[in-house]
């Protein structure tokens, strides 16, 4: 027991904080290629909307799913993956609509959490924010492939995923690809796919079984967000500050929201 707690500890470290330095090497390349500037101000808004809604239903669904999954794999490791695969499908499902609905209200979105832009400003980040909107389905679908990869404590592939996105935005800035602040865009959407096929791809390799000999249980989805839904305020709480933080910043000068970032970055290295 000693050991293994000793292995898991240390892959943590080692991999939060390999991930740490390529997050600064990260806001590093793109502080020289865009400064703080009204394109990298609109990015940032942009991006924390999708970012937020994610991180809400992240910690809340995971916090939830550990111990109904280990309880299920309790009674039997057949039982246990159908009805997580269910709960899968329907994850992704439920990320797909609120991906839906968002592009379709992504300018009162932006009307509401970028009110300080210009109106030039504005309209550039409706049109950012639909393309982001994406990695509301991305990332949303594969929060369940981490929970279960947390409840078969393989955490060697839940604190690698992450580094795809940094190694990717890395890739694209320092390669110009002549895409401006959407290299940003592309390199957080594409990023977050590797990061969620990875975490598929490592789950099956680990021995899930992905199917459904089992029906559909309602009982277990009620037991899911029974569970999920107490959570999701203190989340909410725990995660919103700095977009709002980033939202008011809006009303200050150009590149204000730019400084603030890299000042959440340089602080947030070493606490998280």
């Known amino acids: 027991m000693a050991s293994q707690i000793g292995r898991a500890s240390a892959i943590i470290v080692i991999w939060t904080v390999v991930d740490k330095v390529l997050?600064?090497?990260?806001?590093?390349?793109?502080?020289?290629?865009?400064?703080?500037?009204?394109?990298l101000d609109v990015f940032n808004v942009a991006y924390s909307f999708p970012g937020i809604i994610v991180?809400?239903?992240s910690g809340a669904v995971t916090s939830a799913?550990?111990?109904?999954?280990?309880?299920?794999?309790?009674?039997?490791?057949r039982?246990?993956?159908?009805?997580?695969?269910?709960?899968?499908?329907?994850?992704?499902?439920?990320?797909?609509?609120?991906?839906?609905?968002?592009?379709?209200?992504?300018s009162e979105i932006i009307q509401l959490i970028g009110y300080g832009f210009q109106p030039k400003e504005k309209q550039f980040a409706v049109i950012m924010?639909?393309?982001?909107?994406?990695?509301?389905?991305?990332?949303?679908a594969g929060i369940l492939s981490r929970g279960i990869l947390l409840a078969r404590k393989q955490f060697f592939h839940i604190y690698i995923a992450p580094i795809f996105v940094n190694i990717t935005?890395?890739?694209?800035?320092?390669?110009?690809?002549?895409?401006?602040?959407?290299?940003?865009?592309?390199?957080?959407?594409?990023?977050?796919?590797?990061?969620t096929v990875y975490t598929?791809?490592?789950?099956?390799?680990?021995?899930?079984?992905?199917?459904?000999?089992?029906?559909?249980?309602?009982?277990?989805?009620?037991?899911?967000?029974?569970?999920?839904?107490?959570?999701?305020?203190?989340q909410l709480i725990a995660n919103s500050n700095l977009m709002v933080d980033q939202v008011?910043?809006?009303?200050?000068?150009?590149?204000?929201?730019?400084?603030?970032?890299?000042?959440?970055r340089i602080n947030d290295f070493p606490f998280r």
């Open 23 to 39: 997050a600064i090497g990260k806001e590093m390349l793109t502080a020289h290629r865009f400064g703080v500037s009204a394109s």
């Open 65 to 77: 799913l550990v111990p109904l999954y280990l309880e299920w794999r309790y009674r039997s490791n």
């Open 79 to 106: 039982e246990a993956d159908s009805h997580a695969t269910w709960l899968i499908y329907l994850n992704a499902l439920f990320f797909a609509v609120v991906a839906l609905i968002c592009f379709v209200f992504t």
């Open 248 to 264: 008011m910043a809006t009303q200050l000068p150009e590149g204000s929201v730019s400084t603030l970032r890299y000042a959440f």
């Open 129 to 140: 924010e639909r393309v982001l909107v994406l990695l509301i389905f991305i990332d949303g």
């Open 169 to 195: 935005i890395i890739f694209f800035l320092f390669y110009d690809m002549g895409l401006d602040i959407y290299v940003l865009v592309w390199g957080f959407l594409i990023g977050t796919l590797m990061k």
């Open 200 to 234: 598929f791809i490592a789950l099956y390799r680990e021995g899930f079984q992905y199917g459904t000999p089992l029906p559909f249980d309602r009982q277990k989805m009620k037991a899911l967000w029974l569970l999920a839904l107490p959570m999701l305020g203190s």
């Open 55 to 57: 991180m809400l239903f």
